[in-house]
Protein backbone atom coordinates (compact mmCIF):
# COMPACT_ATOMS: atom_id res chain seq x y z
CA UNK A 1 0.00 0.00 0.00
CA UNK A 2 1.39 3.25 -1.15
CA UNK A 3 0.47 6.48 1.12
CA UNK A 4 1.33 9.98 0.96
CA UNK A 5 1.40 11.97 4.12
CA UNK A 6 0.89 15.88 2.61
CA UNK A 7 1.07 19.05 3.81
CA UNK A 8 2.77 18.65 7.47
CA UNK A 9 6.56 20.04 8.93
CA UNK A 10 8.92 17.27 8.64
CA UNK A 11 10.75 17.52 12.16
CA UNK A 12 14.47 16.02 12.52
CA UNK A 13 17.46 16.32 14.20
CA UNK A 14 18.73 18.58 12.17
CA UNK A 15 15.18 21.06 12.50
CA UNK A 16 12.07 21.06 10.39
CA UNK A 17 11.29 21.63 6.73
CA UNK A 18 7.71 21.27 5.21
CA UNK A 19 7.84 18.33 2.96
CA UNK A 20 5.49 15.42 1.77
CA UNK A 21 6.72 11.49 2.82
CA UNK A 22 5.52 8.87 0.62
CA UNK A 23 5.20 5.40 2.31
CA UNK A 24 5.29 2.55 -0.15
CA UNK A 25 4.40 -0.37 2.55
CA UNK A 26 6.66 -1.04 5.46
CA UNK A 27 8.94 1.90 4.65
CA UNK A 28 9.55 5.11 3.44
CA UNK A 29 10.21 5.90 -0.24
CA UNK A 30 10.91 9.19 -0.89
CA UNK A 31 10.14 12.88 0.62
CA UNK A 32 8.89 15.84 -1.91
CA UNK A 33 8.99 19.43 -1.98
CA UNK A 34 5.25 20.66 -1.12
CA UNK A 35 2.76 19.44 -3.33
CA UNK A 36 5.24 17.97 -5.78
CA UNK A 37 3.83 14.04 -4.58
CA UNK A 38 2.26 11.74 -6.75
CA UNK A 39 -1.77 12.22 -7.06
CA UNK A 40 -2.54 9.09 -7.54
CA UNK A 41 -2.22 7.64 -4.17
CA UNK A 42 -4.06 7.27 -0.78
CA UNK A 43 -3.39 10.77 1.26
CA UNK A 44 -3.23 11.63 4.97
CA UNK A 45 -3.68 15.40 5.33
CA UNK A 46 -0.98 16.68 7.93
CA UNK A 47 -1.55 20.27 7.22
CA UNK A 48 -0.79 22.54 10.42
CA UNK A 49 0.96 19.72 11.89
CA UNK A 50 4.34 17.99 12.69
CA UNK A 51 5.18 14.92 11.21
CA UNK A 52 8.12 13.02 13.35
CA UNK A 53 9.72 9.75 13.21
CA UNK A 54 7.46 7.26 15.55
CA UNK A 55 9.21 7.13 19.17
CA UNK A 56 11.44 5.37 20.62
CA UNK A 57 11.41 4.19 24.15
CA UNK A 58 14.89 2.45 25.34
CA UNK A 59 13.67 1.82 29.18
CA UNK A 60 10.51 -0.34 29.66
CA UNK A 61 10.02 -3.05 32.34
CA UNK A 62 6.64 -5.06 30.84
CA UNK A 63 5.61 -8.18 33.17
CA UNK A 64 8.58 -7.64 34.90
CA UNK A 65 8.67 -9.91 38.30
CA UNK A 66 9.44 -7.16 41.14
CA UNK A 67 8.81 -7.03 45.01
CA UNK A 68 6.59 -10.29 45.56
CA UNK A 69 4.16 -9.44 41.89
CA UNK A 70 4.29 -8.24 38.56
CA UNK A 71 4.37 -4.89 36.88
CA UNK A 72 0.84 -4.87 36.12
CA UNK A 73 1.55 -4.00 32.05
CA UNK A 74 2.27 -7.26 29.59
CA UNK A 75 3.82 -6.89 26.17
CA UNK A 76 -0.15 -6.66 24.83
CA UNK A 77 -1.13 -3.63 26.83
CA UNK A 78 2.34 -1.71 27.54
CA UNK A 79 2.73 -1.86 24.18
CA UNK A 80 -0.60 -1.21 23.09
CA UNK A 81 -0.97 1.80 24.99
CA UNK A 82 2.83 3.09 23.89
CA UNK A 83 1.15 2.89 19.98
CA UNK A 84 -1.67 5.47 21.01
CA UNK A 85 1.05 7.62 22.75
CA UNK A 86 2.89 7.79 19.81
CA UNK A 87 5.82 5.54 20.62
CA UNK A 88 6.65 2.79 17.90
CA UNK A 89 9.46 1.36 19.14
CA UNK A 90 10.12 0.27 22.97
CA UNK A 91 13.44 -1.48 24.01
CA UNK A 92 12.91 -3.71 27.27
CA UNK A 93 14.66 -5.52 29.23
CA UNK A 94 15.17 -9.69 29.95
CA UNK A 95 16.35 -10.62 32.98
CA UNK A 96 18.99 -13.17 34.23
CA UNK A 97 19.04 -13.73 37.59
CA UNK A 98 21.86 -14.61 39.78
CA UNK A 99 21.80 -18.53 39.49
CA UNK A 100 20.62 -18.46 35.87
CA UNK A 101 21.47 -19.31 32.40
CA UNK A 102 21.50 -15.65 30.13
CA UNK A 103 20.14 -17.38 27.06
CA UNK A 104 17.67 -19.44 29.10
CA UNK A 105 16.76 -16.10 30.91
CA UNK A 106 16.21 -14.72 27.09
CA UNK A 107 14.09 -17.05 26.04
CA UNK A 108 11.60 -16.34 28.80
CA UNK A 109 11.27 -12.94 27.50
CA UNK A 110 11.11 -13.84 23.79
CA UNK A 111 8.24 -15.75 24.65
CA UNK A 112 6.11 -12.97 26.47
CA UNK A 113 6.80 -10.85 23.85
CA UNK A 114 6.54 -13.10 20.69
CA UNK A 115 2.95 -12.39 19.03
CA UNK A 116 1.76 -10.11 21.84
CA UNK A 117 3.43 -6.91 20.58
CA UNK A 118 1.13 -4.12 18.96
CA UNK A 119 4.25 -2.13 17.96
CA UNK A 120 8.25 -3.39 17.21
CA UNK A 121 10.29 -4.30 19.68
CA UNK A 122 14.61 -4.99 20.93
CA UNK A 123 15.57 -5.87 24.50
CA UNK A 124 18.49 -5.26 26.37
CA UNK A 125 19.66 -7.74 28.64
CA UNK A 126 19.81 -7.53 32.58
CA UNK A 127 23.03 -9.78 34.00
CA UNK A 128 22.05 -10.40 37.62
CA UNK A 129 24.67 -12.61 37.95
CA UNK A 130 28.21 -11.76 36.63
CA UNK A 131 29.93 -15.02 36.46
CA UNK A 132 32.29 -16.64 33.65
CA UNK A 133 29.14 -17.95 31.60
CA UNK A 134 27.35 -14.71 31.34
CA UNK A 135 30.69 -13.14 29.69
CA UNK A 136 30.79 -15.49 27.85
CA UNK A 137 26.83 -15.54 26.56
CA UNK A 138 27.65 -11.79 26.28
CA UNK A 139 29.77 -12.22 23.34
CA UNK A 140 27.09 -14.60 22.04
CA UNK A 141 24.11 -12.07 22.02
CA UNK A 142 25.84 -9.33 20.56
CA UNK A 143 27.12 -11.28 17.60
CA UNK A 144 24.06 -13.60 17.02
CA UNK A 145 20.98 -12.32 19.62
CA UNK A 146 20.95 -8.29 18.24
CA UNK A 147 21.22 -7.45 22.23
CA UNK A 148 24.43 -5.38 22.10
CA UNK A 149 23.65 -3.34 25.54
CA UNK A 150 23.62 -4.93 29.52
CA UNK A 151 22.28 -3.41 32.39
CA UNK A 152 23.70 -3.93 35.95
CA UNK A 153 22.84 -2.67 39.27
CA UNK A 154 24.68 -0.79 42.26
CA UNK A 155 21.70 -1.32 44.17
CA UNK A 156 19.30 -4.09 45.38
CA UNK A 157 21.70 -6.53 47.20
CA UNK A 158 20.60 -9.66 46.82
CA UNK A 159 18.45 -9.43 43.63
CA UNK A 160 20.03 -7.46 40.78
CA UNK A 161 23.09 -6.26 42.57
CA UNK A 162 26.72 -6.58 41.07
CA UNK A 163 30.24 -5.45 43.36
CA UNK A 164 32.79 -3.30 41.73
CA UNK A 165 34.72 -6.60 40.48
CA UNK A 166 31.82 -7.98 38.73
CA UNK A 167 31.08 -4.79 37.35
CA UNK A 168 34.89 -4.05 36.20
CA UNK A 169 34.65 -7.78 34.39
CA UNK A 170 31.12 -6.91 32.69
CA UNK A 171 32.64 -3.60 31.45
CA UNK A 172 36.04 -5.58 30.28
CA UNK A 173 33.74 -7.52 27.99
CA UNK A 174 31.74 -4.62 26.93
CA UNK A 175 34.61 -2.89 25.60
CA UNK A 176 36.34 -5.56 24.03
CA UNK A 177 33.06 -6.62 21.98
CA UNK A 178 31.64 -2.85 21.28
CA UNK A 179 28.22 -3.47 23.44
CA UNK A 180 27.16 -0.64 26.07
CA UNK A 181 26.84 -1.41 29.76
CA UNK A 182 23.59 0.10 31.44
CA UNK A 183 23.97 1.57 34.98
CA UNK A 184 21.53 1.43 37.76
CA UNK A 185 23.93 4.05 39.64
CA UNK A 186 22.84 3.92 43.62
CA UNK A 187 24.69 2.78 46.89
CA UNK A 188 22.88 -0.31 47.10
CA UNK A 189 24.32 -1.40 50.77
CA UNK A 190 24.53 2.34 51.52
CA UNK A 191 20.73 2.65 50.85
CA UNK A 192 19.87 -0.72 52.88
CA UNK A 193 21.87 0.55 56.09
CA UNK A 194 19.01 4.22 55.75
CA UNK A 195 15.84 2.39 55.19
CA UNK A 196 16.51 -0.12 58.12
CA UNK A 197 17.78 2.64 60.60
CA UNK A 198 14.13 5.04 59.20
CA UNK A 199 11.87 1.96 60.24
CA UNK A 200 13.44 1.19 63.19
CA UNK A 201 12.29 5.07 64.11
CA UNK A 202 8.83 4.12 62.98
CA UNK A 203 9.30 6.25 59.52
CA UNK A 204 7.15 4.10 57.26
CA UNK A 205 5.45 6.48 54.30
CA UNK A 206 6.13 6.28 51.13
CA UNK A 207 8.07 10.03 51.42
CA UNK A 208 10.84 7.92 53.04
CA UNK A 209 11.44 5.90 50.18
CA UNK A 210 13.02 9.26 48.97
CA UNK A 211 14.81 10.81 52.01
CA UNK A 212 16.76 7.11 52.27
CA UNK A 213 17.88 7.42 49.17
CA UNK A 214 19.71 10.77 49.00
CA UNK A 215 20.93 12.24 45.59
CA UNK A 216 24.62 12.14 46.82
CA UNK A 217 24.13 8.30 46.90
CA UNK A 218 23.73 8.20 43.16
CA UNK A 219 26.07 10.85 42.52
CA UNK A 220 28.44 8.71 44.62
CA UNK A 221 27.79 5.35 42.56
CA UNK A 222 27.46 7.34 39.27
CA UNK A 223 31.09 8.40 40.01
CA UNK A 224 32.54 4.74 40.75
CA UNK A 225 30.78 3.42 37.58
CA UNK A 226 32.99 6.55 35.64
CA UNK A 227 35.58 5.62 36.67
CA UNK A 228 35.43 1.80 36.74
CA UNK A 229 34.46 2.45 33.27
CA UNK A 230 37.72 4.74 32.79
CA UNK A 231 39.52 1.12 33.84
CA UNK A 232 37.76 -1.18 31.49
CA UNK A 233 39.59 1.32 28.46
CA UNK A 234 36.91 3.30 28.80
CA UNK A 235 34.31 0.92 28.05
CA UNK A 236 30.83 2.65 26.90
CA UNK A 237 28.66 3.43 30.09
CA UNK A 238 25.35 4.95 30.13
CA UNK A 239 23.30 6.05 33.56
CA UNK A 240 19.43 5.51 33.29
CA UNK A 241 16.81 7.00 35.21
CA UNK A 242 19.62 9.95 36.47
CA UNK A 243 17.22 11.85 38.53
CA UNK A 244 19.47 14.19 40.52
CA UNK A 245 22.00 17.58 40.08
CA UNK A 246 25.16 15.76 41.64
CA UNK A 247 24.83 12.88 39.21
CA UNK A 248 24.07 14.95 36.26
CA UNK A 249 27.91 16.77 37.56
CA UNK A 250 29.81 13.52 37.27
CA UNK A 251 28.32 13.11 34.07
CA UNK A 252 28.92 16.35 32.66
CA UNK A 253 32.91 16.27 33.82
CA UNK A 254 33.08 12.63 32.01
CA UNK A 255 31.81 14.23 29.29
CA UNK A 256 34.24 16.92 28.97
CA UNK A 257 36.72 15.08 29.16
CA UNK A 258 35.53 13.44 25.56
CA UNK A 259 34.28 9.99 27.55
CA UNK A 260 31.84 7.25 26.52
CA UNK A 261 29.64 8.33 29.38
CA UNK A 262 26.09 8.87 28.46
CA UNK A 263 23.11 9.38 30.36
CA UNK A 264 18.74 8.87 30.11
CA UNK A 265 16.44 10.97 32.32
CA UNK A 266 12.49 10.24 32.85
CA UNK A 267 9.68 12.60 32.69
CA UNK A 268 9.15 12.32 36.48
CA UNK A 269 12.57 13.51 37.24
CA UNK A 270 11.65 16.94 35.18
CA UNK A 271 8.19 17.24 36.46
CA UNK A 272 7.63 15.77 39.99
CA UNK A 273 8.37 16.31 42.84
CA UNK A 274 9.15 14.58 46.46
CA UNK A 275 7.03 17.32 48.27
CA UNK A 276 4.15 17.68 45.81
CA UNK A 277 4.25 13.79 44.84
CA UNK A 278 6.09 11.12 46.94
CA UNK A 279 5.30 13.23 50.04
CA UNK A 280 1.19 13.22 49.61
CA UNK A 281 -0.38 12.19 52.57
CA UNK A 282 -1.00 8.97 53.64
CA UNK A 283 -0.25 6.13 51.83
CA UNK A 284 -1.08 8.31 48.58
CA UNK A 285 2.85 8.84 47.75
CA UNK A 286 3.03 5.17 46.63
CA UNK A 287 2.07 6.20 43.68
CA UNK A 288 5.07 7.69 42.60
CA UNK A 289 7.48 5.34 44.26
CA UNK A 290 10.39 4.47 41.47
CA UNK A 291 14.05 4.19 42.06
CA UNK A 292 15.65 6.24 41.76
CA UNK A 293 13.37 8.21 43.56
CA UNK A 294 11.44 12.04 42.84
CA UNK A 295 13.76 14.68 44.30
CA UNK A 296 12.97 17.82 46.20
CA UNK A 297 11.44 20.75 44.67
CA UNK A 298 13.55 22.89 46.67
CA UNK A 299 16.79 22.30 45.33
CA UNK A 300 17.75 22.64 41.59
CA UNK A 301 17.01 19.58 39.78
CA UNK A 302 13.93 19.73 37.39
CA UNK A 303 15.91 22.96 36.27
CA UNK A 304 19.83 21.06 35.97
CA UNK A 305 17.75 18.03 34.31
CA UNK A 306 15.97 20.46 31.56
CA UNK A 307 19.50 22.19 31.18
CA UNK A 308 21.54 18.69 30.91
CA UNK A 309 19.06 17.96 27.80
CA UNK A 310 19.60 21.04 26.12
CA UNK A 311 23.27 20.48 26.50
CA UNK A 312 23.47 17.04 25.75
CA UNK A 313 24.99 15.96 29.06
CA UNK A 314 21.56 14.02 28.88
CA UNK A 315 21.06 12.09 25.57
CA UNK A 316 17.84 10.65 25.65
CA UNK A 317 14.31 10.79 27.88
CA UNK A 318 13.38 7.22 28.28
CA UNK A 319 10.31 6.56 30.52
CA UNK A 320 11.26 3.32 32.99
CA UNK A 321 7.91 2.16 32.58
CA UNK A 322 7.16 -0.33 35.58
CA UNK A 323 3.57 0.14 36.26
CA UNK A 324 1.69 -1.21 39.39
CA UNK A 325 -1.29 -0.91 40.54
CA UNK A 326 -2.39 0.46 44.14
CA UNK A 327 -4.55 -2.44 45.11
CA UNK A 328 -2.69 -5.84 45.61
CA UNK A 329 0.64 -4.26 44.43
CA UNK A 330 1.73 -1.02 45.64
CA UNK A 331 -0.61 -1.67 48.97
CA UNK A 332 2.11 -4.44 49.57
CA UNK A 333 3.85 -1.69 51.24
CA UNK A 334 1.26 -0.32 53.84
CA UNK A 335 2.97 0.13 56.95
CA UNK A 336 6.63 -0.09 55.33
CA UNK A 337 7.48 1.81 52.70
CA UNK A 338 10.63 -0.62 51.77
CA UNK A 339 7.97 -3.06 50.39
CA UNK A 340 6.22 -0.34 48.04
CA UNK A 341 7.14 -2.07 44.53
CA UNK A 342 9.38 0.62 42.86
CA UNK A 343 7.98 1.61 39.74
CA UNK A 344 5.90 4.77 37.64
CA UNK A 345 3.53 3.68 34.37
CA UNK A 346 4.09 6.82 31.63
CA UNK A 347 4.88 4.72 28.05
CA UNK A 348 2.07 6.31 26.85
CA UNK A 349 2.82 10.09 28.40
CA UNK A 350 6.31 10.60 27.22
CA UNK A 351 5.81 12.04 23.32
CA UNK A 352 3.30 14.64 25.18
CA UNK A 353 5.00 15.27 28.16
CA UNK A 354 8.47 16.17 26.56
CA UNK A 355 6.47 18.40 23.93
CA UNK A 356 5.26 20.04 26.75
CA UNK A 357 8.54 21.37 27.21
CA UNK A 358 8.94 22.92 23.95
CA UNK A 359 5.87 24.79 24.62
CA UNK A 360 7.46 25.63 27.77
CA UNK A 361 10.36 27.48 26.01
CA UNK A 362 12.58 24.34 27.79
CA UNK A 363 13.77 22.75 24.30
CA UNK A 364 13.54 22.89 20.69
CA UNK A 365 11.34 21.24 18.52
CA UNK A 366 14.17 19.30 16.97
CA UNK A 367 15.79 18.25 20.27
CA UNK A 368 12.18 16.94 21.22
CA UNK A 369 12.26 14.89 18.07
CA UNK A 370 16.89 13.72 19.18
CA UNK A 371 15.68 13.04 22.73
CA UNK A 372 12.71 10.75 22.32
CA UNK A 373 13.31 9.09 18.68
CA UNK A 374 16.22 10.05 16.67
CA UNK A 375 19.09 9.65 19.46
CA UNK A 376 17.74 6.85 21.57
CA UNK A 377 17.95 4.99 17.40
CA UNK A 378 21.22 5.88 17.34
CA UNK A 379 22.51 5.20 21.23
CA UNK A 380 21.15 1.54 20.63
CA UNK A 381 22.08 0.21 17.18
CA UNK A 382 18.24 1.05 15.83
CA UNK A 383 19.59 3.83 13.17
CA UNK A 384 18.61 4.49 10.16
CA UNK A 385 15.85 2.32 11.26
CA UNK A 386 14.20 3.95 13.06
CA UNK A 387 14.38 7.26 14.27
CA UNK A 388 14.34 9.38 11.67
CA UNK A 389 11.63 10.36 8.48
CA UNK A 390 14.39 9.46 5.52
CA UNK A 391 14.19 7.19 2.65
CA UNK A 392 14.73 3.46 3.58
CA UNK A 393 13.63 3.77 7.11
CA UNK A 394 11.39 2.30 7.96
CA UNK A 395 7.64 3.96 8.13
CA UNK A 396 7.18 4.65 11.91
CA UNK A 397 5.77 8.11 11.76
CA UNK A 398 3.37 10.25 14.21
CA UNK A 399 1.57 13.27 12.99
CA UNK A 400 1.70 15.67 15.87
CA UNK A 401 -1.15 18.58 16.56
CA UNK A 402 0.64 21.32 18.38
CA UNK A 403 -2.89 22.83 18.32
CA UNK A 404 -5.06 20.22 20.16
CA UNK A 405 -4.99 19.84 24.06
CA UNK A 406 -4.74 16.02 25.79
CA UNK A 407 -5.41 16.17 29.29
CA UNK A 408 -4.24 12.89 31.29
CA UNK A 409 -5.93 10.81 33.75
CA UNK A 410 -6.63 7.02 34.52
CA UNK A 411 -10.24 7.26 33.41
CA UNK A 412 -9.05 7.76 29.53
CA UNK A 413 -5.76 5.84 29.35
CA UNK A 414 -4.61 2.59 27.54
CA UNK A 415 -2.18 1.10 30.30
CA UNK A 416 -2.92 -1.70 32.53
CA UNK A 417 -3.43 0.73 35.82
CA UNK A 418 -5.49 1.58 38.45
CA UNK A 419 -4.42 5.54 38.59
CA UNK A 420 -2.35 7.46 37.15
CA UNK A 421 1.05 9.46 37.63
CA UNK A 422 0.00 12.13 35.65
CA UNK A 423 -3.95 11.91 36.91
CA UNK A 424 -5.26 16.00 35.73
CA UNK A 425 -2.32 17.11 33.55
CA UNK A 426 -2.67 19.33 30.55
CA UNK A 427 -0.37 19.11 27.83
CA UNK A 428 -0.53 21.71 24.77
CA UNK A 429 -0.40 19.37 21.94
CA UNK A 430 -1.68 15.83 21.10
CA UNK A 431 -0.46 12.72 19.20
CA UNK A 432 -2.91 12.83 16.25
CA UNK A 433 -2.27 9.73 13.83
CA UNK A 434 0.98 7.36 14.00
CA UNK A 435 2.03 4.64 11.77
CA UNK A 436 3.90 1.38 12.52
CA UNK A 437 5.68 -0.17 9.63
CA UNK A 438 3.29 2.11 7.54
CA UNK A 439 0.07 0.41 9.27
CA UNK A 440 -2.08 3.32 11.04
CA UNK A 441 -2.29 1.73 14.38
CA UNK A 442 -3.85 4.80 16.34
CA UNK A 443 -5.77 8.00 15.23
CA UNK A 444 -7.56 10.66 17.29
CA UNK A 445 -6.88 8.57 20.31
CA UNK A 446 -8.69 5.25 19.05
CA UNK A 447 -6.43 2.38 18.54
CA UNK A 448 -6.79 0.74 15.14
CA UNK A 449 -3.95 -1.74 14.92
CA UNK A 450 -3.55 -5.12 16.05
CA UNK A 451 -1.46 -7.52 18.73
CA UNK A 452 1.00 -9.47 16.89
CA UNK A 453 1.69 -6.32 14.33
CA UNK A 454 4.73 -5.68 16.81
CA UNK A 455 8.26 -7.98 15.64
CA UNK A 456 11.36 -7.92 17.11
CA UNK A 457 14.37 -5.60 15.77
CA UNK A 458 17.63 -7.05 15.86
CA UNK A 459 20.17 -4.17 17.03
CA UNK A 460 23.83 -3.53 15.99
CA UNK A 461 26.48 -1.29 18.21
CA UNK A 462 25.79 2.24 18.99
CA UNK A 463 26.61 4.59 16.94
CA UNK A 464 28.38 7.31 19.21
CA UNK A 465 31.24 5.03 20.88
CA UNK A 466 34.57 5.93 19.97
Same mark, same amino acid.
Given at each position: ??????????????????????????????????????????????????????? &??????????????????????????????????????????????????????????????? &???????????????????????????? &???????????????????????????????????????????? &????????????????????????????????????????????????????????? #?????????????????????? #???????????????????????????????????????????? #??????????????????????????????????????????????????????????????????????????????????????????????????????????????????????????????????????????????????????? #??
Amino acid at each position: MTTLIKGGLVIGPTGAHHADVLVDGETIAALYAPGRGPSDVETIDATGKYVIPGA &IDAHTHMQLPFGGTEASDTFDTGTRAAAIGGTTTIIDFAVQRYGEVVHDSLAAWHAKADGNCH &IDYAFHMILGGVDDESLKAMDRLVTDEG &ISSFKLFMAYPGVFYSDDGQILRAMQKARANGSMIMMHAENGPA &IDVLVQQALQRGETDPVFHGLTRPQELEAEATSRAIWLAAVASDCPLYIVHLSASKA #LEQVKAARDLGRNVFAETCPQY #LYLTLEDQLGAPGFEGAKWVCSTPLRSGKESHRADLWQGLRTND #LSVVSTDHCPFCMKDQKELGLGDFSKIPNGIGGVEHRVDLLYQGVVDGKLSLARWVETIATTPARMFGLYPKKGVIAPGSDADIVIYDPHARTRISVETHHMNMDHSAWEGWEIDGGVDTVLSRGTVVARGGTYTGRAGHGRFVKRGLSDY #LL
